[in-house]
């Protein structure tokens, strides 16, 4: 029997949203939040908590994850910019750039290059290196700056901001408490930050030890009694964890994060100031990123506003939005 669609000479979109991204026609699942059989990870952050057959990530992605945090019957570590055959299709990672670990997929079905990028950051990762780049037909990537007010600041002059400042808090004898959205991110500002005192939340710590124990053995687990300065990286989502009667007097939390660029969310945080410093691309980064991989389709996810503003910039492109919009929540992952 012939469906209604096909009578009509419309053809079965290359991909579709079901509770995560599925590659039409292939077996492959891409940041699923349900169980599927073959589930690509792009991030560790991307996790969440499904338990998947085979799981398909990068080895520093699931280093970061620990081996209770995949929630998989079978992990795959794939290294980058090395292609291989799963069932009837060619498959390749390569570095996003977004942190460490954090890998896009090209998937070569038929004559047609499908890439699922994920969420990408063309500035490239302290710790995951630069991002990298492979042509498509089809591109599914993060919209979630893609709006025209997102245009973010030079990210080293915003680095040496965050560093002055905290070196200023600390010297008053407080604690500069920056929250973050993840572990990737924390762990590349703990790069960044070395040569201060480092503490940090005991998921972050955790992660620093499974990933990087050598390069990180001077972070140290945030310890709520001494109360002593320093520069605390701190999970946006458990804010509210936070004794703020832990904290000696002096101590500022600081919002380090693409969201700061918009005033109600440093509030909505509970900071007193906010930092312009993300592991995203912003509107003009992905408007860069689109007309760079040759793709005709654009699907978004994580778009605030479905993909309105980037259509305006790329006229020629079409551009659709797949998936819920996000709309920034300071209280998600």
């Given at each position: 029997m012939v469906s209604k669609a096909k009578r009509k000479g419309q053809?079965?979109?290359?991909v579709t949203w079901r509770d995560g991204v599925h590659l039409t026609g292939t077996s492959i699942w891409c940041d699923a939040i349900r169980a599927r059989d073959i589930c690509f990870l792009s991030a560790a952050n991307a996790m969440r908590g499904a338990r998947h057959a085979q799981l398909i990530a990068s080895q520093d992605t699931l280093n970061l994850l620990g081996p209770g945090g995949t929630q998989a019957g079978s992990r795959l570590a794939v290294p980058f910019g090395q292609p291989f055959t799963l069932?009837?299709?060619?498959?390749e990672l390569?570095?996003?750039g977004h942190t460490l670990g954090a890998a896009s997929l090209l998937v070569k079905a038929g004559s047609r290059n499908v890439v699922y990028a994920g969420t990408i950051n063309p500035r490239g990762s302290a710790l995951g290196g630069p991002l990298d780049h492979r042509s498509a037909d089809i591109l599914v990537l993060s919209g979630r700056y893609g709006t025209p007010n997102f245009?973010?600041?030079n990210q080293t002059d915003v680095l040496a901001r965050l560093q002055e400042r905290c070196r200023d808090i600390c010297q008053m004898g407080g604690v500069a408490v920056?929250?973050?959205?993840d572990a990737g991110k924390a762990l590349d500002l703990a790069s960044q930050l070395g040569e201060l005192n480092l503490q940090a939340h005991r998921g972050f710590h955790d992660a620093a030890r499974r990933s990087r124990p050598k390069r990180f053995s001077n972070l140290k687990r945030w310890n709520a009694k001494a109360k002593r300065p320093c520069v605390l990286?701190?999970?946006?989502?458990?804010r509210s964890k936070l004794h703020r009667a832990a904290l000696p007097k002096h101590s500022q939390v600081l919002l380090v994060s693409g969201q700061a660029a918009e005033a109600e969310c440093i509030a909505a945080a509970g900071a007193s100031e906010g930092f312009i410093l993300s592991n995203q691309a912003d509107h003009g980064e992905l408007v860069r990123y689109i007309q760079s991989s040759g793709a005709g389709q654009v699907y978004l996810t994580q778009s605030r506003d479905r993909g309105k503003g980037l259509q305006e910039a790329l006229p020629k492109h079409t551009i659709e939005p797949i998936g819920p919009p996000e709309q920034l929540s300071l209280f998600g992952r």
């Open positions: 053809q079965t979109a290359p069932g009837t299709h060619r498959i390569f570095s996003s245009a973010f600041p920056l929250l973050l959205r990286l701190w999970p946006i989502h458990t």
